[in-house]
């Protein structure tokens, strides 16, 4: 079945410093490719997307690039803020109903 | 922000006992979806709807059951509680076009349930 990979954490950051979340994917077919965030105690915001190869998704400061030969979607920021200390999830979705399969988060706190 | 609304968000109840929470919209959305989220295991999608009473099982279905009698609820129900099914549960909505994968999903603020 369809899966995702990302990688475990804490990643634990200083402000400003470069932040790079890795997400790979398997999955049949031509998946969308999302990246969720949420902050302590509320639920999951979208943050970006993508939906076919070769597109960038981005937000607030936020790149993705969804590459298929990698099957990878890797989340990038150049220069954190302590308000961007959240958890962050990878997600997949196909056709038939926008069904999601999630990565197992990620939490980063970034320090001031 | 969707408007999306769960009830209750915090419950404690009792192993054996059944338990229902429930996930309202107004914003019409064709798709409803609830999640557990665990340490480690992100997200898992229990049951989905794709429509007034048609709903479909997720990867962790056992254990619970859901209806959906209007578009704007959705019920999850668990049976007979374990301590098992200690989590917290995410309402999601999605699909304003067609059921095309493309479509993001929004999320309520969730319910924190404890079996004891």
């Known amino acids: 079945g369809d899966s995702v990979t990302q990688m475990e954490g804490p990643v634990t950051l200083s402000e400003e410093a470069f932040l790079t979340i890795n997400c790979t994917y398997t999955?049949?077919?031509?998946?969308?490719l999302f990246w969720y965030v949420q902050y302590p105690g509320e639920g999951l915001q979208l943050l970006l997307k993508?939906?076919?190869?070769?597109d960038k998704g981005s937000n607030k400061g936020f790149e993705a690039t969804y590459r298929k030969e990698t099957t990878s979607f890797h989340l990038e920021k150049g220069s954190v803020q302590v308000s961007d200390s959240a958890v962050y999830f990878c997600a997949l979705s196909k056709a038939a109903g926008n069904k999601l399969t999630f990565g197992g988060g990620t939490r980063v706190l970034v320090k001031p | 922000d969707a408007g999306i609304t769960q009830s209750p968000r915090h419950k404690v109840t009792e192993t054996g006992t059944p338990v229902t929470l429930r996930c309202h919209q107004t914003e019409n959305h064709r798709y409803m979806y609830w999640y557990r989220q665990d340490p480690g295991h992100g997200l898992r999608l229990i049951h989905y709807?794709?429509?007034?009473?048609?709903?479909d099982k997720g990867e962790v279905s056992d254990g619970y059951s859901v209806s959906r009698s209007k578009t704007e609820d959705f019920l999850l129900t668990l049976e007979s509680a374990t301590s098992s099914q200690t989590s917290v549960y995410f309402c999601a909505i999605s699909g304003r076009g067609l059921a095309s994968g493309r479509d993001e999903q929004y999320f309520g603020p969730g319910t924190r349930l404890t079996v004891t």
């Open positions: 999955a049949t077919g031509y998946p969308s």
């Open positions: 993508a939906t076919k190869a070769d």
């Open positions: 709807s794709y429509g007034v009473k048609d709903t």
